[in-house]
């Protein structure tokens, strides 16, 4: 994922460039393939880009369609064809290729404050809008891309890595006492919009941020919809519609590059990989697949066996990671195991090596 970060002041006092340049550097390592930062006046954005196929859609970030309203997102826009057809129809010009990050500008521009409205997918992202001297960020609505903030007086900063938040000298490194007693005692915190540091919350899943004149307002923009019933004339229909809706969602999330899939022998990753290999024999997109063992350690663990025969009937390369291959908390101090929160995870090392093979191919 690519990581974001910038300062708003509504104080007049200028951002300070180099600050914005320091919170990229801290990202380099998950973020390598390029780095940009923005500002004017007592707003500035940074981007660390992670390259993702299709390149051709990626966009030099932060970016702006009239240098009013600027972005820097994390972001994958899901849905793009119906989007697209939404904001034409409301007179916006949009190619078919445009970039996801230049989509959510239309989208702003389309509709107002209830763009979020129309953007599935995921993302986190930060708008600044010059006219209304207005910021707005967003998280997606499952919470897949992190975005934290801190505010000090007129102040906010965000980000969405915490080291890269914790380099400006107003966001302390106090801890939040509180946190730190759920993490001890529950491995958790009960509320999430919480950290482990006392100046840093959490914007939560489905949530959106608004700063403008000193004030801060966050409210929910999206709710699992309970209250509406989908009728058809057919039994049949219901499968139909949601084989229709199920496919669309993986090929969504397939792009156009080599591709790994996590598979196990239950019925989920199974259906998504029938899904993704019936896509990619009609591409030519390479897939390979990953999973995680434990027979060794557990024999009478058949999981191995069933994603074995999945891979087999797919045709997939697989390649299997034994947890028996690690001790627990292995290798827990070193420098690319550190973590900016404190976890309970005793596997990180095999996660780090296993997600290492992925991004291998």
């Known amino acids: 994922m690519s990581c974001i970060a910038g300062i708003v002041r509504l104080d007049g006092v200028p951002v300070d460039k180099a600050l914005l340049e320091q919170m990229n550097h801290v990202t380099k390592s998950r973020a390598p393939d390029a780095s940009h930062v923005w500002s004017a006046g007592g707003v500035g954005f940074g981007h660390a880009m992670l390259l993702i196929p299709p390149v051709s859609r990626d966009r030099h970030q932060p970016c702006t369609l009239d240098n009013q309203v600027w972005i820097t997102a994390d972001a994958r826009v899901d849905g793009r064809a119906e989007l697209i057809q939404a904001l034409r129809s409301a007179g916006r010009s949009v190619p078919a290729d445009a970039p996801d990050v230049e989509l959510i500008l239309h989208a702003y521009a389309a509709f107002g404050e209830a763009f979020l409205d129309h953007l599935i997918g995921d993302f986190a992202f930060a708008l600044w809008d010059a006219r209304s001297q207005k910021l707005i960020c967003a998280r997606d609505q499952f919470g897949v891309r992190p975005f934290y903030f801190a505010r000090t007086d007129s102040m906010l900063v965000f980000a969405s890595d915490i080291d890269a938040l914790r380099m400006s000298p107003a966001v302390s490194g106090a801890l939040d006492e509180t946190a730190v007693g759920d993490f001890l005692l529950f491995g958790v915190y009960l509320d999430p919009s919480r950290t482990i540091y006392q100046d840093i919350m959490c914007l939560q899943p489905a949530s959106s941020l608004c700063f403008a004149r000193e004030s801060l307002r966050i409210q929910r923009y999206w709710n699992i919809p309970t209250n509406t019933e ?132």
Do not use: W
Request: proline residues 5%; aromatic residues 12%; charged residues 20%.
């Open 230 to 361: 989908v009728r058809y004339k057919n039994k049949a229909d219901y499968v139909d519609r949601f084989q229709e809706l199920f496919e669309q969602a993986v090929i969504d999330r397939m792009g156009e590059g080599p591709l790994a899939l996590e598979l196990s022998g239950g019925m989920d990753c199974t259906s998504i990989a029938a899904v993704a290999v019936s896509q990619a024999a009609m591409t030519g997109q390479q897939l390979k697949a990953f999973t995680m063992t434990c027979d060794g350690l557990f024999p009478e663990d058949d999981e191995p066996y069933y994603t074995k025969m999945v891979a087999s009937h797919l045709s997939l390369s697989l390649f299997c990671d034994p947890i028996e291959n690690y001790a627990l908390f292995e290798r827990y101090d070193s420098p690319e195991l550190v973590t900016a929160q404190p976890t309970s995870n005793p596997s990180l090392a095999q996660h780090y090596d296993y997600f290492s093979r992925i991004g291998q191919g």
